[in-house]
């Protein structure tokens, strides 16, 4: 199969001796990212990608590519081991990897987590090794039309599912959009709310508006309302022997079929513009519950190991699922795959279905150093974890302020202009007011990179159809994904109230024990 | 008291997207439309997004009139019984200011380094002189990471003068 020899010809690629240390820089900083939090991989691609300068791009697409990954490693740790009783429902590993630990079990949760990621990491990559050129074959036949539906599809999700509240995103999105209209028109090159400042003329870089909201808003937000006191780690086995307990063979035989319902339930959830891995670890968790039998149905809420296998499956293939879109269509659905977008941006790059053929040799290493980066990432989270554990506890006054420099190198590297590091500071404080007020901040990146695709796409399809506005429904894929648009929220309107429901009945045993 | 005061500020925020709503709609009538241009033009879009956003602003404002707030972000490291501490977002921001205004006088490492202790004091980190040290040190390392080996043109300084190392 050529598909086969090409992704061979990747691992060529891939497996020589930089690219290796590329892959392992990636997964490495990525874990770290993911176990601290405050950070996720957006906002770290957002940072390095000063390495665009002098990388060239399929270096610099393995380090972005380890980091997606590894953050969704991380993540894990973090909710398993760290002791923050009451916040932490929104993370649904947290939900019985916390319960697991505090009975003394944290190194089998984190194990299954580890083993779970790994397992469902390398399916999903598979599964997208296959999928894309297929897509890529359906989509290269798509006119300017099928891909206003489909983006039209991705903005309604992503503002509606990114965050609590569908107003609040969608509010979040349209900033987003309005941002990115600054600057010179792409089509006709006119000036748009520049209002002849030169600084405006190339638009704001979406670079600078990620690590704002991110990096800034986010140290802004916690220096508001730092927790004090101690940071409470976890041990990860018993408190009075350090004989940390690995996963038994009962906890084998409970965790695999979680893990692979959890891949199938996270891969097709990431493909679709659905707002990536918040809602797939939830949708993980519910049927774990639901097709837990017996005692081991009653030890959910007390720190079942299914409730900890499904969702980190879920979340890592969920994780792969993002790059489908992104490398097939060009459709960034998180604000990672949006800052891996502006990557490749920066390269004269530009994704979609001609990607594969343009660029065929970059997208295959890429995915062969996705098999890889998953390998180093188990080997990564199995037994080093002590020195994740270690990271988890750097004080929170030293991470901020180093989130901070971070930030403002990041801000002023882009064009050594001091007047980037201004409005560094000021979506930053914008950033503040949005998590303060409840607005999610994701959607707000994504629109600024789909906004302006969107906006050629929309004028070229009417310029074909010679404004004639009914075009924009006039092809059999347009009614399909309308069509697949309205049973999509129909069917999130049901998961968000099941979703209430769940978080609801997961307060009550706490407060049980609490009297 | 402390509810009506969230009130106010969300009313508050949410007026920003109505005002952005009603300047972008505004201004999209300045654009200028090129004689040739047909289909679509450079203002349609604007005048979409704008009229949106004011829509939206609006239902923002209305809900939050009406006393539907939304709920603060969650976080491993917020404490969510605290109130917002104003002093210690003023002081950040203080200095980021005199980052920006180090970084062409006295070079990043300066800059970055009296930002990071700056933002260390003010989050609260004891004792005093570690924070000097882990200042310094990352400045320096970063200056060399980025300045020295991947040739982003960060400004050296006076301070740093003729470490060759350092230089972007």
Redo the contacts between chains.
């Keep these: 199969m050529d598909n086969l020899n090409m992704l061979m010809e990747g691992f060529a690629t891939a497996a020589q001796p930089v690219y290796l240390l590329y892959a392992l820089f990636g997964v490495f900083i990525g874990t770290a990212v993911g176990v601290l939090p405050g950070i996720g991989p957006a906002m770290t691609v957002a940072l390095l990608m000063p390495i665009t300068y002098s990388l060239e791009p399929t270096a610099a697409m393995i380090v972005f590519a380890g980091i997606y990954y590894g953050g969704m490693y991380g993540g894990s740790t973090t909710s398993i081991l760290l002791n923050t009783p009451g916040e932490s429902a929104s993370i649904v590993t947290a939900l019985e990897g916390n319960k697991m630990a505090k009975a003394g079990r944290g190194a089998a949760a984190l194990a299954t987590a580890a083993i779970g990621s790994f397992v469902a990491g390398t399916i999903a990559t598979v599964l997208l090794t296959f999928l894309a050129p297929i897509i890529v074959d359906f989509a290269i036949n798509l006119g300017p039309v099928d891909f206003v539906a489909l983006m039209v599809v991705a903005f309604l999700t992503i503002g509606a599912l990114l965050g609590g509240s569908i107003i609040r995103g969608m509010a979040s999105l349209l900033l987003g959009l309005f941002i990115g209209l600054v600057g010179v028109d792409d089509t006709t090159a006119q000036q748009r709310y520049t209002f002849g400042i030169a600084g405006l003329t190339d638009g704001i870089d979406v670079v600078l508006v990620a690590v704002g909201l991110f990096a800034v808003g986010e140290a802004l937000y916690v220096a508001a309302r730092m927790r004090k006191g101690p940071i409470e780690v976890m041990s990860m086995g018993t408190e009075s022997g350090n004989s940390a307990k690995w996963m038994s063979k009962d906890d084998w035989k409970r965790s695999w079929k979680p893990w692979l319902r959890g891949t199938f339930i996270g891969f097709p959830i990431g493909t679709v513009p659905a707002g990536g891995a918040d809602v797939s670890t939830f949708l993980s968790y519910a049927a774990e519950r639901k097709l837990a039998k017996g005692k081991n149905k009653k030890q959910f809420g007390h720190g079942a190991i299914e409730g900890v296998a499904g969702p980190e499956a879920a979340n890592n293939a969920a994780a792969a699922g993002v790059l489908v879109p992104l490398l097939t269509l060009g459709i960034p659905t998180t604000a990672t795959a949006a800052m891996m977008l502006t990557a490749f941006q920066r390269y004269q790059i530009q994704p979609g279905p001609l990607l594969m053929e343009t660029n065929g040799a970059l997208v295959w290493a890429l995915i062969a150093s996705l098999y890889i980066g998953n390998l180093m990432l188990l080997i990564l989270n199995l037994p080093l974890v002590g020195l994740w554990v270690k990271i988890l506890q750097i004080p929170r006054p030293y991470l901020y302020a180093g989130i901070l420099v971070f930030g403002a190198l990041g801000a002023y590297s882009l064009n050594f202009a001091l007047m980037d590091v201004g409005i560094l500071l000021v979506i930053g404080v914008l950033g503040f007011f949005m998590r303060q007020y409840g607005y999610p901040v994701a959607p707000m990146v994504v629109a600024m990179i789909l906004g302006p695709m969107f906006e050629v796409q929309l004028r070229r399809g009417l310029q074909i159809s010679q404004n004639d506005r009914s075009a924009l429904v006039s092809t059999p894929f347009t009614w399909v994904v309308y069509g697949a648009l309205i049973l999509m929220f129909v069917a999130s309107f049901f998961i968000k109230r099941a979703q209430k429901k769940m978080e609801s009945v997961q307060l009550e045993p706490e407060l049980e024990e609490s009297k | 008291m402390q509810t009506t005061q969230k009130n106010l500020?969300?009313v508050l925020?949410a007026l920003v997207?109505v005002v952005?709503g009603v300047a972008?709609v505004i201004?999209?009538g300045t654009?200028?439309?090129?004689d040739l241009?047909?289909?679509?033009?450079?203002r349609?879009?604007?005048y979409i997004?704008?009229s949106?956003?004011l829509v939206?602003?609006a239902?923002?404002v209305i809900?939050a009139l009406r006393g539907q707030?939304?709920?603060?972000?969650?976080?491993?490291?917020?404490?969510?019984e605290?109130?917002?501490?104003?002093i210690?977002?003023g002081k950040?921001?203080f200095?980021?200011?005199i980052?920006?205004v180090l970084?062409?006088p006295a070079g990043?490492p300066v800059a970055?380094a009296v930002?990071?202790?700056g933002?260390?004091?003010?989050?609260?980190?004891k004792p005093f002189w570690r924070?000097v040290l882990?200042?310094i040190i990352?400045?320096l390392v970063?200056q060399y990471l980025?300045g020295g080996l991947?040739?982003?043109?960060?400004p050296r300084g006076p301070l740093l003068e003729g470490l060759e190392f350092l230089n972007g």
């Excluded at chain 2, 654009?31 to 090129?34: A, F, L, N, Q």
């Design positions: 500020g969300e925020f997207f952005l972008g201004f999209a654009i200028e439309v090129p241009e047909f289909g679509m033009g450079p349609a879009f604007p997004v704008s949106l956003l939206v602003g239902g923002l809900q707030l939304g709920d603060a972000e969650d976080g491993e490291d917020i404490d969510a605290a109130s917002t501490d104003w210690t977002i950040l921001a200095f980021v200011i980052h920006i970084i062409e990043w970055a930002m990071f202790i933002a260390a004091w003010a989050l609260g980190a924070s882990i200042g990352l400045a970063l980025f991947l040739g982003v043109s960060l």
